[in-house]
């Protein structure tokens, strides 16, 4: 791994996602969310995976690279239009990245392991895309559930953790059963697995 350009890659990722207006409000503190995501992306990939790809490295702290940048409201408020949404999300993350691989002086086959993971092509048949599905639902779990769960009336949650569930490696599972999570969400992970 040449780290050198690693790090400048990931510093400028960093740079990006510090200018998120948004900002979440975490251990007595308001940090950019995003900036927020990508660093739980990399512990959570570091705590999973430590033998990591550079490629998978930086796809994971790159996962929601300026994702303020499309707003969801201007889609239509239906599945399909969540659908182009996170459809369009994927690519603009691939190709911001792709920026800043380029920059940094990766070459373009890098460049393009990288977007493709970041656009989770190959799911369930490339052990790298698979590895980054689980973190993003592991970060989910651990961090997002709680506060989404509020949003929703149990069926939908059940209905998502399944999907959730689906996506993941038995391995992301595995993990995502030993993480520290509140009773709530433990008994309705169990009521969705049932």
Not at 145 to 157: G, I, Y
Request: charged share 30%; hydrophobic share 35%; proline share 3%.
């Amino acid at each position: 791994m040449s780290q050198e350009k690693f790090h400048q890659a990931i510093q400028q990722i960093d740079q990006l996602n510090a200018q998120d207006p948004n900002t979440e409000h975490y251990k007595g503190n308001d940090y950019p969310k995003e900036l927020l995501y990508a660093q739980r992306m990399s512990e959570a990939l570091d705590r999973f995976e430590p033998q990591a790809k550079e490629s998978l490295k930086i796809a994971a702290r790159a996962q929601h690279i300026a994702r303020w940048k499309i707003d969801r409201q201007v889609y239509p408020m239906d599945r399909a239009g969540y659908l182009r949404w996170r459809t369009d999300l994927k690519k603009m993350h691939a190709e911001l990245t792709g920026s800043i691989l380029d920059k940094v002086g990766y070459d373009p086959e890098f460049i393009k392991e990288v977007g493709d993971l970041i656009q989770k092509k190959l799911l369930k048949k490339n052990n790298d895309t698979q590895t980054l599905e689980d973190v993003v639902c592991l970060v989910f779990l651990d961090y997002y559930f709680v506060d989404f769960s509020e949003k929703h009336t149990e069926e939908k949650l059940i209905s998502i953790l399944q999907k959730t569930w689906a996506k993941m490696s038995e391995k992301g599972q595995a993990a995502a059963l030993a993480l520290n999570l509140s009773t709530p969400t433990r008994a309705l992970i169990e009521k969705a697995l049932s």
